[in-house]
């Protein structure tokens, strides 16, 4: 049977989920209606926060100028049981540290030997990036 569970925080197990290579679907609260989420890298931190990069004026940065709130939907890929997280709340954008966000998601994702892949992470390096962090005010998870 599958449980469900509404918390506050993420747990160790959650961050340990996030951890993976898995793609979360980000939808911001001053987008369009209904929402039209988009697959993003991001990142779970130790003091449970999620963040991700983009460029300083993305549709992400501007919508959120009407709205601050966003979710982000992770789930199991194809093949596992299935299990899923939704976290919803505030964000922030910080302009500190988005290239290093950048460097460590590019590593967990794509195999920076291959010349077309470091390529792609030197153009976006190259850009200017920002960090859009959310700070999660509920949380749902379920698993089967």
């Not at 197990?13 to 793609?23: G, I, T």
């Not at 049981?81 to 910080?94: H, P």
């Not at 290093?100 to 920076?112: E, F, G, M, N």
């Amino acid at each position: 049977m599958p449980t469900t569970d509404i918390r506050t925080a993420l747990t160790d197990d959650d961050r340990a989920f996030l951890a993976r290579p898995l793609h979360g679907f980000l939808s911001v609260a001053g987008g369009p209606v209904p929402p039209q989420p988009r697959p993003v890298w991001f990142e779970a931190t130790d003091d449970g926060t999620v963040q991700l990069f983009t460029g300083p004026e993305s549709l992400h940065i501007r919508r959120r100028r009407k709205d601050p709130r966003a979710s982000l939907v992770v789930a199991a890929p194809v093949g596992e049981r299935e299990r899923w997280i939704a976290l919803e709340g505030g964000t922030t954008v910080e302009t500190d540290g988005a290239h290093a966000l950048a460097q460590r998601l590019a590593q967990r994702y794509w195999d920076l030997d291959d010349p077309t892949r470091a390529a792609d992470l030197a153009a976006i390096l190259a850009e200017d990036q920002v960090r859009l962090v959310i700070h999660p005010e509920r949380v749902r998870r379920l698993t089967f």
